[in-house]
Every structure is written in C-alpha cells, then in structure tokens.
C-alpha cells in the first residue's frame, strides 16, 4: 500500500465506452484507456504519477475463451502494480461494458433501449459520440450503486481485496442523484 500524504488517481478503462462513463461522471483523477488482459503495464509505468489505480475491466474474453495468456497478462499486470507501491482498487464488469450498463440502468433492459440501436457497434458509437451523457443517464435511472458490484470470478478471488464499488470512489461533484 502506498501511504503517501497526497492522492493522486488514475482509472485504467478498458476502451472508449468506458472512458466516456468514466469523464460524465466527474470522478477525481485521469482516466486513460489500457487494456489490461493485452498490454503490459510495464511499458506505462513510468509515466503513472498517481499513487492510486483503479482498473475497470470485463470478463468476457476469459469468461468465454478461457484464455489462459490474458489471465497471465492481467496478474502480472496488477502484481507489477503492486510492486511499484500503487494502491490497487478493482471494478469487474459482469461480461462487457454493454451488459454492465443494462443492469445498471432501471430504464433500459436491453441494447435497443439506449439511442434505440440495433447492435453493439451502434450502441458504442452513439454512447461515444453522445454530447448530453450525464442527462441520458438519468433519463435511464442510472444507479452507481448498481454498476461494477458482482464478485470477482474464480480466476482472480485471490485480488478480492482490491476489490471497490464506484459509490466508494471520491468524485468532483455531488453525485446523491445516481445512487
């Protein structure tokens, strides 16, 4: 754990989706796009100031695949955070951004209900592209008590302790509306 004085955060995301919650909901700290089960983190380092990182992920490529390299990617990953003294905090989405969403929005139960699209694809763009995020989502009944909260699964219990829900997480404003 790192207990240095001053806190500084960082939010690893795993693509553009995310990011774009991430910077409607005014959270403290940067958000940067990094795919934690492909990259390695070594190669970003250096330039990580923030003694605090959260890293929100899905599970669908090893839920599904079972790919036994990203599971290796991912640890290494976390324990190369570990070792350069970042305080971790975990956010697992259920399978990807998309389902995650839907359990967390009390007016939408399927894809079409966002921007009524058709496919994933579609969904992405449009949230990508979306100028009044923060209004849409409470149009959706937006719950942050809602997002990002199942266990982690079995391949990685041992990082239970890392584990955080998005309420937990300190934001620029107030954010009483969402929960």
Same mark, same amino acid.
């Given at each position: ?14 693509g ?27 190669k970003?380092?250096?330039t ?67 921007f009524?699209?058709?496919?994933? $694809? +579609? ?9 009044? #995020? %923060? =209004?849409?989502?409470?149009?959706? /009944?937006f !719950? ?9 699964? $079995? +391949? ?9 829900? #998005? %309420? =937990?997480?300190?934001?620029?404003? /107030?954010? !009483?509306?969402?929960?």
């Amino acid at each position: 754990m790192n207990y240095s004085s001053k806190k500084e955060y960082l939010f690893l995301v795993e693509g553009e989706t995310e990011k774009k919650l991430m910077d409607a909901l005014e959270l403290l700290g940067n958000v940067k796009v990094f795919n934690i089960w492909e990259k390695d983190v070594a190669k970003i380092l250096l330039t990580i100031k923030a003694n605090v990182v959260y890293v929100i992920f899905d599970v669908d490529v090893i839920t599904k695949l079972k790919q036994i390299n990203k599971l290796k990617q991912f640890k290494g990953n976390i324990d190369r955070l570990n070792k350069a003294k970042k305080t971790i905090y975990l956010l697992q989405q259920y399978q990807n951004f998309e389902e995650e969403l839907i359990r967390s929005c009390n007016n939408c139960k399927t894809i079409k209900d966002f921007f009524n699209c058709t496919s994933r $694809d +579609e969904f992405k763009s449009k949230f990508i592209n979306c100028n009044n #995020l %923060e =209004q849409k989502l409470k149009d959706w /009944d937006f !719950k942050l008590t809602q997002i990002w909260i199942q266990p982690l699964i $079995d +391949e990685l219990i041992e990082y239970q302790t890392h584990q955080i829900k #998005l %309420e =937990q997480i300190k934001f620029k404003k /107030d954010v !009483k509306s969402l929960l």
